[in-house]
């Protein structure tokens, strides 16, 4: 009989798992402090658990984390693991450390299907969905790693969901994932620290809304739709009107939220006085800042960085216009952790790299 991976349940379906054991719902609390307070993953030494309940859950049940195959550290303090999955494909996690706070970029998917042209996950192709347990099992392995800092505050603060894949193509599991971060049974983060990034999947966004109260951001990285569709093909099923009226649903009634729009500056793409007019004009009224993000090149890539003059006059031209606009540090270059950089190892089920390739030697 397969056993039942309880890393990725969250207190409603550890709720659920017990009744099915005939056992106290209120025994998922405890097991949730257990697993991703505690990091107990063997049941033998859950001691406020009867021996019988033990057994019973060595018969049914796991608690397996991911594992981790290879870990970098960078000179300025960034850390990446490469996780090894049991389907012989790997994802990356990236910690980056800050004064006051650590961030976790957590992957959603193996890979990714949106094929985002300035991303390097999205030149792998795609292969699957991650589980809840894998998802939430960054975040428990971030932990195990770091610990806590001399104060006994955990050193993981924030959590992104910006690593590998689109995180709303993989609803379901994301979102018991985020429940367990937030959960103070586990590990007790605001919504405020828990941030979710997509490319625009507007129906998932009113989705969101109602299930999950966390932070949103949104890649827009274009102020009009034929350059936006030409960088994010998705933006040809939902365009930027589609998108930014689900951004204002998405505060509407919600005082201290606000929309983080995520804008990485291509040399000469999307970097000009008039982008920056552009992007003013469709941001009014949403509630928002802006965070300018200097592309980062990968193998194969055609872009290039905007240099730093251009990005900081792109910058005052959106402060100047009052706006909130911030440029987002590059972190972890040396071992290739910073934003649109991650890549792992992808088994492209959906053979786009294949036709790429193809595509390029016709070319």
């Known amino acids: 009989m397969k056993r039942t991976n309880l890393l990725g349940l969250d207190l409603q379906g550890l709720e659920a798992f017990f009744v099915e054991l005939d056992e106290k719902a209120f ?56 996780i090894k999955l049991s389907c012989g494909n790997s994802i990356e996690t990236v910690f ?34 991650l589980t809840a347990s894998e998802i939430i099992g960054q975040v428990w392995l971030a932990n195990e790693a770091l610990g806590k800092d001399p104060k006994g505050n955990r050193v993981v603060t924030n959590v992104v969901m910006m690593g590998m894949g689109e995180p709303l193509a993989n609803y379901k599991n994301v979102i018991a994932a985020m429940k367990l971060m937030r959960d103070d049974l586990a590990y007790g983060i605001s919504w405020r620290r828990v941030t979710l990034s997509t490319s625009g999947m507007v129906p998932m966004i009113d989705k969101l809304r109602e299930d999950c109260h966390v932070s949103l951001a949104v890649s827009l990285h274009a ?17 930027i009107k589609e998108l930014l009226a689900a951004c204002k649903r998405y505060v509407d009634g919600h005082q201290r939220r606000h929309i983080t729009i995520e804008y990485v500056l291509l040399d000469g793409i999307n970097d000009s006085a008039q982008d920056a007019k552009d ?17 980062n090149p990968f193998p194969g890539t055609d872009y290039r960085c905007s240099s730093r003059n251009v990005i900081m006059r792109f910058k005052q031209q959106l402060i100047d216009a009052g706006l909130v606009a911030t440029i987002r540090k590059t972190r972890g270059d040396d071992i290739v952790a910073a934003c649109g950089q991650l890549a792992g190892e992808v088994q492209d089920k959906t053979r786009r790299t294949q036709r790429l390739k193809q595509q390029e030697e016709v070319a």
Request: with cysteine; proline share 6%; hydrophobic share 35%.
């Open 27 to 82: 025994r998922a609390r405890q097991l949730l402090q257990w697993i991703h307070q505690y990091r107990v993953v063997d049941f033998a030494e859950m001691t406020n658990l009867s021996k019988t309940l033990r057994q019973k859950l060595l018969d049914t049940a796991e608690v397996s984390p991911p594992e981790v195959q290879h870990e970098y550290i960078s000179k300025d303090g960034t850390r990446k693991w490469i």
């Open 96 to 129: 980056i450390p800050e004064d006051g706070r650590g961030t976790l970029c957590v992957s959603s998917q193996v890979g990714c299907a949106l094929a985002c042209t300035f991303c390097s996950t999205a030149q792998q192709g795609f292969n699957r969905n």
């Open 223 to 239: 102020a009009n739709d034929k350059l936006r569709s030409e960088i994010i093909p998705l933006n040809d099923k939902y365009p």
């Open 279 to 295: 992007l003013v004009r469709i941001l009014k009224g949403l509630p928002s800042k802006i965070n300018l993000i200097p592309f």
